[in-house]
Structures are given as C-alpha cells and as structure tokens.
C-alpha cells in the first residue's frame, strides 16, 4: 500500500505524549498494566462463555465478540505505543501508518455495531421475553455478528482510501502518539476540505447508524420496566441491561467526543483517545463481570472446575 508516486514521505514521526523520558518511564509502567490487565479480564471472560454451559445464550455470544473486539482495538495501538515510550525516536512507516488508521476504524466500528445488536437482543429479552428464544435464534446472532463485521470493514476502508489519496510532502510530524486520520490531514500539503467531509460523514453515519438502534430499543425498555407493577420486577428486569448501558455511555460517549469534536491540538483530544482506545477496553470485562450475577457464577464454577482439575 502506498501514497501517490510524488509523495516524498516514506515515514512519519510521533511526538508521543512527553518528551520527558522519567514520565514516559512511568506511562510505559502504568499503560502496560493497563494492557496486560485488558488482555487478562477479556480472555477471562472469553474462557468462561466458552467454558460454562450455563452461558451460551444470545447475550454471552455476543458478549464473547465483544471482549475478542476489545482486545483486538486495543492491540492495535498500545504496543506501538509502549515500544515508543522506550525509543528515543518515535517513527512509523507510511504503510504501518495507514493500517493502524484501518484497525482503529475497523475494530472501534465493528463494537459500535455490536453494541447496537446487543441491544436489540435485551429488548427482545424484556419486552418480548415469552418470544425470546424464537426471535433470537442461533442462525440469526451469526448473521448479525457477521453484518456487524462486514459493515464496519466497508466503513474503515472508504475512510482509509482518504488517507491513501492524501499527498504528503515535508512534514512528517504528528501531533498524536498514534496514526489518527484526523492528525494526518495537517500534514498534508493537498486540499483536505473533500476528506474532513467525508471523515465527518462517515463517522455520523455509522455513529448515529448504530447509536439509533440503542436509543429505540432502551426506550422500549424503558417504557417496558414502567409499566411492571412490583419494585423488584423492575429492579430484575433492569439489572438485566444496565450492564450493556453503562459500556454503551462510555464507548459511544468517548466515541463521539473523538470523531465529531473538531481536534483542537491540545492534551485533551490526546486523553480523549486514550480513554477511548485504552480505558474502555479494560472496564468491559470488569463491567460485566461486576455487576453481572451470572457471570460472576460462572467465574467460580470454572475455577472451582480448573482448580479441582
């Protein structure tokens, strides 16, 4: 994959996030904490839908999709960044540049699609509980986890072809820690007006098409778990999702805050993604697992399992 034959840029340099090598010492600590904790909570997780029988329901199948997804995005940036914070030069290839920006797009869609299927999946659970195991059946969550993927791939590869088509010439600095499309266009020395519109569009597209979808469904949910006489129907039937919408506010509300707020230069769109790119991923697993009566059942059945094993 390569830019336009006139481009001179073979490589780009990140300024990272300090130029103070005690700071990035104690980042290169905490971010790989960070890292091995998300690596750690989401193969717990993966290990205990797969291994417990009492799981492998709709939910606990998309569930697993979503913790795979989870460490996938954050693959995609923290071990270039853990590298850099060791290295005195910081640079990237072109190619490994422009695959970075179709990783991010491709693993952060394709959760935003499956938080969106997720939800679909707890309305048919609360508002049509007696249905529930027709409508979601087997075939179906497949399907929808295969849609899930495949429109997220179109998505991430229409906004990489705006990378590909942009011409660089002599500056090679981005302002990030990491190869974001946004950051890209400074550095560009053709018109990138076209790019920002179709980034925006993109973006405002597949959010709003995926966020849609949640927002319908939790107000049927909600109108749903009103309308239960008993306190503690209500109480169960909402513990059933709040799970799902604590991951939703953070994933699409860091989300939104990354892709449609014009970038300012400043620390804070570089903490924004790092919440967005490293935070998220690691409180998933914790928050499903936390506040999740089933899976945490799960968990001590499968060490209690493994142990006597």
């Known amino acids: 994959m390569a830019l336009r034959n006139h481009s001179t840029v073979t490589e780009f340099i990140l300024m990272g996030l300090s130029a103070d090598p005690h700071i990035e010492a104690l980042l290169f600590v905490l971010f790989l904490v960070i890292y091995l904790l998300t690596l750690m909570g989401n193969l717990m997780l993966l290990l205990v839908i797969r291994a417990d029988s009492h799981l492998h329901t709709p939910m606990y199948f998309f569930l697993s999709h979503l913790s795979f997804l989870d460490l996938c995005f954050s693959s995609v940036t923290v071990p270039k960044l ?17 695959a970075q920006v179709f990783f991010v797009f491709f693993t952060a869609g394709t959760e935003a699609c499956l938080l969106s299927v997720m939800a679909y999946d707890r309305y048919a659970a609360i508002c049509h509980p007696l249905l529930y195991a ?7 969550c497949v399907r929808l986890v295969l849609v899930s993927w495949g429109l997220a791939s179109l998505n991430a590869f229409i906004i ?12 090679q600095t981005i302002h990030h820690y990491t190869c974001e499309l946004p950051a890209l266009f400074p550095l560009s020395c053709s018109d990138t007006s076209f790019s920002n519109n179709i980034l ?17 469904s939790y107000a049927h949910i909600i109108a749903t778990i009103l309308s239960i006489s008993s306190t503690t129907g209500r109480s169960k039937a909402f513990s059933t999702c709040s799970s799902h919408l604590i991951a939703v506010i953070l994933f699409f509300g860091s989300g939104f805050l990354c ?25 998933n697993p914790l928050i499903y697992s936390l506040k999740n009566k089933e899976v945490k059942a799960a968990v001590k059945r499968t060490l209690e399992k493994y142990l006597i094993f």
């Open 160 to 171: 990489v072809l705006l990378a590909i088509n942009l011409d660089f010439c002599e500056n």
């Open 200 to 216: 925006l569009i993109c973006s405002l597209l597949h959010g709003l098409g995926t966020f849609l979808p949640i927002f319908i």
């Open 134 to 140: 027709q409508v979601m059946s087997h075939q179906l």
């Open 259 to 283: 892709y449609l707020l014009p970038p300012s230069g400043s620390s804070l769109d570089l903490l924004l993604f790092l919440q967005y790119s490293m935070v998220t991923p690691i409180l």
């Open 82 to 98: 853990l590298v850099d914070l060791l290295s005195e030069k910081k640079t990237i290839s072109v190619q490994g540049c422009l």
